[in-house]
């Protein structure tokens, strides 16, 4: 077995097996032991059909194998690991996976939380997945992962099956965004239609309310506060679906956020070794910058306090259908303070604000009657998250 955990991989969209193995110096009885502990290993089209890899599978081999061979972790070490980094993030697309996924929040989690199923061509939701969801993510265009919904038959089927009670949140950018608001006024489903980011696509949500259609939206901070002229500056980090926009769509998000039911951090705390590789993954982290941002913007008057509650908490219970815990959140308000990668918690080490200026930050939080974050510290200890279930 040839040492190639260093091999550059071509420059193309797919490659074969034999082709996986050779350039891995692997034998194929290697790469399908790996492929039944790492099912998003590559794809197959149909049953049967003999699978495909994507760049991002290849180096997602790479990394197993150095674990495995240059580290010496059995596949469940390398797993374990492999989740740690955010590397693998298998999508929950049926009760079994989405039980799995349960499972390790509720070993890890150190705040509330609520589980997503998702869909793609090969990976339709069955109706009796839907218990524990709080609702069912479709991907229209191209982002990060597997899941992509390309044909009209995929996407009808869905509508028909998934349970009404249940939304259907819908990743879709530009023109394809029309798409799940016709289908909602068809089919008389519910659509939540995620991070908005540009001035047409808000003014087709508000066209979509004025005429009584059953969407809600939201917006994410780094769309509200970053134009495409941050992302030139920050380089492969200012890199997100969808990608910022102009100045002109930011003020368009502004001015429109009384349509919006609430704001979504997007987090995707992708590591700076991810971000800085040859094909770096789309996504900032933003869970812990996304409340100072808002509440600067009510400093500033941007948005009234109550409107501010309404975005973060009431919406999101209404749109989910989930009931938020009892917390309490002590904000200092004041500074200014800056926004500084060093003094956040999450593990990905960076932040696009980084040096932003804001009027305020987290002192204290208080979840049912438990001090879980105070003066920079998180104090609720993994396992102590518990599940939002709909309902």
């Known amino acids: 077995?040839?040492?190639?955990?260093?091999?550059?991989?071509?420059?193309?969209?797919?490659?074969?097996?034999?082709?996986?193995?050779?350039l891995l110096g692997i034998q194929p009885y290697v790469l399908r032991t790996w492929e039944n502990e790492f099912k998003n290993l590559g794809v197959a089209k149909a049953a049967g059909a003999p699978r495909v890899y994507r760049r991002r599978d290849v180096e997602l081999a790479l990394r197993i194998k150095a674990l495995v061979f240059t580290d010496g972790l059995t596949l469940a070490g390398a797993r374990r690991r492999l989740?740690?980094?955010?590397?693998?993030?298998?999508?929950?697309?049926?009760?079994?996976?989405?039980?799995?996924k349960r499972r390790l929040f509720e070993e890890r989690a150190c705040c509330d939380y609520g589980l997503f199923l998702g869909a793609g061509e090969q990976a339709l939701p069955r109706p009796e997945d839907a218990a524990e969801a709080v609702g069912l993510k479709l991907y229209l265009t191209p982002t990060f992962g597997p899941l992509r919904l390309?044909?009209?038959?995929?996407?009808?089927?869905?509508?028909?099956?998934?349970?009404?009670?249940?939304?259907?949140?819908?990743?879709?950018?530009?023109?394809?965004?029309?798409?799940?608001?016709?289908?909602?006024?068809?089919?008389?489903?519910?659509?939540?239609?995620?991070?908005?980011?540009?001035?047409?696509?808000?003014?087709?949500?508000r066209a979509a309310k004025e005429r009584?259609?059953?969407?809600?939206?939201?917006?994410?901070?780094?769309?509200?506060?970053?134009?495409?002229?941050?992302?030139?500056?920050?380089?492969?980090?200012?890199?997100?679906?969808?990608?910022?926009?102009?100045?002109?769509?930011?003020?368009?998000?502004?001015?429109?956020?009384?349509?919006?039911?609430?704001?979504?951090?997007?987090?995707?705390?992708?590591?700076?070794?991810?971000?800085?590789?040859?094909?770096?993954?789309?996504?900032?982290?933003?869970?812990?910058?996304?409340?100072?941002?808002?509440v600067t913007a009510v400093h500033e008057g941007r948005l009234s306090a109550d409107r501010l509650v309404e975005l973060l908490r009431e919406g999101p219970q209404r749109v989910y259908g989930v009931r938020a815990p009892e917390a309490t959140v002590e904000i200092e308000i004041g500074g200014p303070f800056e926004i500084r990668a060093a003094?956040?918690?999450?593990?990905c080490g960076w932040t696009p604000f980084e040096g932003r200026r804001v009027n305020a930050r987290v002192r204290r939080v208080v979840l049912r009657g438990r001090t879980v974050f105070e003066d920079g510290h998180v104090l609720g200890g993994p396992g102590f998250g518990r599940q939002l279930r709909p309902g």
């Open 1 to 22: 077995m040839s040492d190639r955990s260093a091999a550059v991989i071509p420059d193309r969209p797919s490659f074969k097996a034999s082709e996986v193995c050779e």
């Open 212 to 294: 009584g259609v059953a969407v809600t939206c939201e917006v994410a901070p780094h769309h509200l506060y970053l134009t495409r002229e941050d992302a030139g500056a920050l380089g492969a980090l200012g890199q997100m679906k969808p990608p910022l926009a102009g100045a002109e769509d930011v003020d368009a998000l502004w001015r429109n956020l009384g349509v919006v039911d609430l704001v979504a951090s997007d987090h995707a705390p992708h590591t700076l070794a991810e971000k800085q590789s040859a094909q770096p993954p789309p996504g900032v982290p933003g869970v812990e910058t996304m409340l100072p941002l808002l």
């Open 83 to 100: 989740e740690q980094e955010n590397l693998l993030v298998p999508p929950a697309t049926d009760g079994q996976q989405l039980e799995r």
């Open 150 to 205: 390309e044909s009209l038959g995929a996407l009808l089927a869905i509508f028909r099956s998934w349970p009404a009670a249940r939304p259907i949140a819908v990743h879709a950018e530009g023109m394809s965004m029309a798409v799940p608001i016709l289908l909602a006024e068809l089919m008389g489903r519910r659509v939540h239609l995620c991070h908005v980011a540009r001035a047409d696509e808000i003014t087709l949500v």
């Open 343 to 347: 003094n956040l918690h999450t593990r």
